[in-house]
């Protein structure tokens, strides 16, 4: 507890007050001013391209607007949501998300946590496995769905590798059309692409971790574990709330490799909210719907987000 | 700590002067708005980016008529053709639409309903075209063709006689008995793990363009053609689950893989499938790869007659077009039969006349393709020309793939005829 | 130190400890390795297969032939591609598209987190939350209404001493980067790296007079080169990979980036080993790129000193 407290930064702050304490009304005026000045471009920017958007979409989605279409747009209240809740097709995106994030969180969180430690050490020749680990960030989803659903072809990479190495008594399935396969290929697919991006985000929590803190724990011959148990996981709260949240978000809005691979297939297997949210409001053209989707989605997502910052509060 | 904030600061200079110099480059093509064709300058949009034969069939098209008179100029924008619609879609919600768009056929009557496109008013005759090749809606034309596509099977002569099975012909195709004994036979061959490949791992609309003529085959169909409000019955009927079953039995006997390869028709000539489901378009390399073993049959006639998709892209004039006249006479000089011909070559399509027909040696009476004009003009039925098409399109391309992966066929036929029923409804039957 | 060396438990104690350490001993090179075959193999296959001819990439695909450049090897793929797609251009675009995207990205959502850090702005906790409750769209769902929008957007056409106003943002690049400049994640990941470096840092040049964007850009913004290289990596990898956005509001082939290129590929007959090659085109300068910027990542948490 006492490394931990050595974190907190409560007496800078107490630092500061009687200085700021003195400043005259102007002095706090123009801080203020110019505050808004460095704020107002990425504010500006999020409400044009997000705030308008969204609201414009929450609106539509009460309408029977089309795409194309020749007549104007009317009301028609809760018309859209009534058909959305009977469809099956929601509930099984609904439980396919729900599976997905329940799995993808923390294997793909844990993978990452993983894989940060092994390379926060300054031994020669660790870039190069970051840089390997980074790499299907860095690749396009769109190009790794294409590699990947060579790769879970009944006769593909996946299986004769599987096959090789139980000496040919397993013979794998064809992924991406069974049923029961096709999700956990897309998590494996999914964890694999992404890791590497968590990976550096929980690198850039452990290097902000003071080296004293080690040094001392190496003196008082603190062990590994140990050492990460009270110096390391407290003080990667901050990303740790931080990677829960994108990962979170991240999965619930799967969308990509679904459209690569699947389409939602095979009998509703794979498919997403987001998916078929896409695929009403492009293929279909029936954009009032789909803006009931996204409606539908936003909801869900801000309810998960508030359960999980509760969860994570601060327990003091 | 000063040399991080000189590279930040490089760094936005050097950006700066490349967002400059980009919109150097990219000022001036702004053009194909809702006001294509005021300055002179028509846009044409067409679906065949990366598919360098027709493009240039096309640019050559373009190029001759820019050249044939001064008053005008067509310029060509070419979109893949996967993302085509969307890409159309996106700019008619914007009133950005170019004068001349390519279009698949059977979006032809939403697009004429959304007000998208202009009747046609051509000094060409029409009469003359086969008729999938024009595209109509609520009695006017609105899409012209210089080509079609004709479905059928390949096959290699020797495999057929090694399995015993009938070759089957434009006169006497196989019927739906003679077609599942002769996979029967096939199989037993046993050189194939699935002799049958229908092309099961395409999407878009390949499901409706090539398995809705075997539901009709059936007797089916995807809607009910004689008021287009109601898919009830057609796509549900006795008839469509016979079908539904009988497709997914392809799939159980183990005639035909759930999802096939990435490509059939290379797959056929690798050896891989004894019958492959393709189009004219691959005629030319099975017949350089197979010589005189290769033999084109006819769909079967799973009881309502062979049947196979007609329509396929056409080209049409937007209402917000500012030189109509401009747009029908390049539609026109395109319908030339040397023209036709040509663009006929470039794809490996059946011409759209017999005048042009009668210019290129292979479709030309008795030419090795004419077969497929053949089948053209006794099988093809067009998709429902009814504005709701796309999204038929899309719920019948789902449910093809739950059929295939083993859904419930009658629920699964059920839920679409729902879907389709609701989406009519809620655009107030689509009445024009 | 000498006194800790001087005593021999001491050592046996640290050598103890660093085999504990994850990474050091055996285990930890070989979990590495391990994960780093996982990692690249499918790219070594991408890779690999683009210099072979299609019927070879399919013959291959059943043994580790797969993964190694055997065989009859040549270029022709590339050639291919280039003769199919403007690759050229494509990649031309797709530099400058992200570059710009990344460097605004950078400046404004950076200057947002200090504002949201160090300055006393009304409200700036709730302000905060807001902006971090934009992450929860995805943008998949706001396209089409956004495609509308940006359409009704005005803008300034300055040519040559002409200032006009023009309508609608269609088919131009800076609709391809505006929309993407701002970003919620960057700010939070500034925010929280801001909130790193001690205060009494900008107190004391505060004493000196400095004022508040001379804080920023001199004393904030230079030790934050681990958030620097963080946000542009992040910023730089959805503007090179946007895909579906492009589509639906580029229409002249010559603003489209490098990911429209792929669809080229898959008319008609698809030739996988071209489908490789392009692939590759567009994967290895975004590679090469991270390299570059890591070996920066790297020096920045050397020399800046943040320990936290």
Request: hydrophobic share 50%.
């Amino acid at each position: 507890m006492a490394l931990h407290q050595s974190l907190d930064r409560a007496p800078v702050r107490q630092v500061r007050k009687p200085s700021s304490a003195r400043r005259s009304g102007a002095v706090r005026r123009r801080e203020q001013a110019l505050g808004w000045a460095m704020l107002g471009p990425a504010v500006l920017l999020l409400i044009l391209f997000v705030v308008v958007p969204a609201l414009l979409a929450f609106g539509l989605a009460f309408t029977n607007a089309r795409l194309l279409a020749p007549y104007a747009p009317s009301f028609v209240g809760l018309d859209n949501f009534v058909r959305l809740f009977q469809d099956e097709t929601f509930w099984h995106s609904l439980l396919n998300v729900a599976y997905f994030a329940v799995v993808v969180v923390p294997l793909q969180s844990g993978v990452a946590l993983g894989m940060a430690l092994l390379i926060n050490v300054k031994v020669r020749g660790v870039n190069f496995f970051r840089t390997l680990y980074f790499l299907p960030v860095v690749t396009s989803m769109v190009v790794v769905s294409l590699l990947w659903l060579f790769m879970y072809r009944q006769e593909g990479l996946l299986n004769e590798i599987i096959a090789r190495v139980t000496f040919g008594l397993v013979h794998g399935p064809d992924w991406l059309n069974n049923t029961s396969t096709a999700m956990p290929a897309i998590i494996l697919m999914s964890v694999w692409q992404a890791a590497g991006f968590h990976m550096i985000i929980w690198l850039s929590g452990l290097q902000t971790i003071p080296a004293d803190l080690y040094e001392a724990a190496a003196i008082d011959g603190v062990g590994g574990w140990q050492r990460f148990r009270f110096i390391t996981w407290p003080s990667l709260r901050p990303t740790r709330n931080l990677i829960l949240v994108t990962i979170t978000i991240q999965a619930l809005s799967l969308f990509t490799q679904i459209n690569v691979m699947t389409q939602g297939g095979p009998l509703d297997s794979t498919s997403t909210i987001v998916f078929q949210a896409v695929r009403a409001g492009f293929q279909q053209q029936e954009t009032s719907y789909a803006s009931a989707i996204s409606l539908v989605f936003f909801v869900l997502v801000l309810i998960v987000s508030g359960v999980q910052r509760y969860l994570t509060r601060e327990k003091s | 700590m000063k040399t991080a904030l000189k590279r930040v600061l490089a760094a936005s200079v050097a950006a700066v002067a490349i967002g400059g110099s980009l919109a150097a480059c990219g000022s001036g093509s702004g053009s194909g708005g809702s006001g294509d064709g005021a300055n002179g300058t028509l846009t044409l949009w067409t679906h065949n980016a990366g598919n360098a034969a027709e493009l240039a069939a096309d640019q050559s098209l373009v190029d001759a008529f820019n050249a044939s008179q001064s008053k005008v100029k067509i310029k060509v924008q070419a979109f893949p053709q996967d993302s085509y619609n969307n890409s159309v879609v996106s700019a008619a919600a914007a009133h950005k639409l170019p004068c001349l768009v390519d279009i698949d056929e059977p979006n032809v009557p939403n697009w004429a309903w959304s007000k998208y496109l202009q009747p046609l008013n051509l000094s060409a005759d029409l009469s003359q075209n086969l008729p999938s090749t024009v595209g109509k809606w609520n009695g006017q034309t609105y899409s012209v063709g210089l080509y079609d596509v004709a479905l059928a099977m390949f096959a290699r002569k020797s495999d057929l006689q090694a399995a015993g099975v009938r070759v089957p012909t434009a006169e006497k195709p196989w019927t739906k008995d003679e077609f599942n004994s002769a996979l029967a036979s096939l199989k037993k061959l046993g050189k194939w793990d699935y002799p049958l490949d229908l092309g099961t791992a395409g999407t878009g609309e390949w499901l409706p363009y090539a398995y809705s003529p075997l539901l009709q085959s059936f007797g089916g169909d995807l809607i009910n053609r004689t008021d287009y409000q109601t898919a009830d019955g057609a796509l549900n009927g006795d008839k469509a689950v016979a079908w539904a079953q009988w497709f997914r039995g392809l799939v159980t006997q183990g005639y035909m893989a759930q999802k096939s390869g990435q490509d059939s028709t290379k797959d056929f000539l690798n050896g891989k499938s004894a019958i492959v489901y393709t189009g004219s378009w691959a005629a030319d390399q099975a017949r350089k790869a197979l010589g005189d073993d290769l033999v084109v049959l006819p769909v079967p006639n799973l009881g309502a007659g062979p049947k196979i998709g007609g329509g396929s892209w056409q080209w049409g004039v937007t209402t917000g077009c500012q030189n109509s006249q401009a747009a029908m006479d390049f539609l026109s000089f395109m319908l030339k039969p040397e023209n036709v011909a040509k663009v006929a070559s470039a794809t490996g399509t059946i011409p759209a006349t017999q005048a042009a027909a009668a210019l290129m040696p292979d479709y030309a009476a008795n030419g090795a393709d004419s077969v497929f004009r053949e089948f053209s003009k006794s099988y093809a039925v067009m998709r429902p020309e009814t504005p709701a098409y796309p999204f038929i399109a899309t719920e019948f391309g789902k449910t093809v793939q739950d059929i295939l992966s083993g859904g419930d066929a009658k629920s699964a036929l059920d839920k679409a005829v729902k879907n389709i029923n609701d989406n009519i409804k809620s655009n107030n039957g689509y009445k024009s | 130190m000498a006194t800790v060396q001087l005593d021999p438990t001491a050592v046996a104690r640290k050598s103890a400890t660093r085999g504990l350490r994850p990474g050091t001993g055996i285990g930890g090179w070989v979990l590495r390795i391990a994960l780093a075959i996982v990692f690249s193999f499918p790219l070594l296959f991408m890779f690999v297969s683009s210099l072979k001819p299609d019927q070879q990439i399919f013959g291959d695909l059943s043994s580790i032939a797969a993964f190694l450049p055997v065989g009859h090897l040549s270029l022709d793929n590339y050639g291919a591609v280039f003769d199919r797609v403007p690759a050229a251009r494509f990649l031309v675009n797709s530099v400058g598209v992200s570059v710009v995207t990344v460097v605004l990205g950078v400046i404004i959502n950076s200057m947002a987190a200090f504002a949201l850090s160090r300055m006393r702005v009304r409200g700036k906790a709730v302000i905060l939350t807001l902006i971090i409750a934009t992450l929860i769209v995805p943008f998949e769902t706001l396209a089409l209404p956004l495609v509308w929008w940006v359409n009704q957007l005005p803008w300034l056409q300055f040519d040559g001493f002409n200032l006009t106003l023009t309508q609608g943002w269609l088919d131009t690049y800076r609709v391809q980067i505006v929309p993407f400049i701002a970003n919620a994640f960057s700010v939070y990941l500034f925010h929280q790296y801001f909130e790193s470096i001690p205060k009494e840092l900008d107190e004391a040049a505060r004493v000196d007079g400095a004022s508040w964007f001379t804080i920023y850009r001199k004393v904030v913004m230079p030790l934050s080169g681990p958030a620097v290289a963080t946000v542009a990596i992040l910023t730089f990898l959805p503007a090179w990979n946007s895909y579906l956005w492009p589509l639906m509001v580029v229409q002249s082939e010559e603003l489209r980036p490098v990911m429209i290129g792929v669809q080229y590929f898959f008319q008609l007959n698809v030739s996988w080993g071209q489908v490789m090659a392009y692939t590759s085109i567009i994967t290895l300068p975004v590679v090469a790129l991270f390299i570059a910027f890591q070996r920066a990542f790297v020096n920045s948490i050397a020399s800046s000193g943040v320990k936290g």
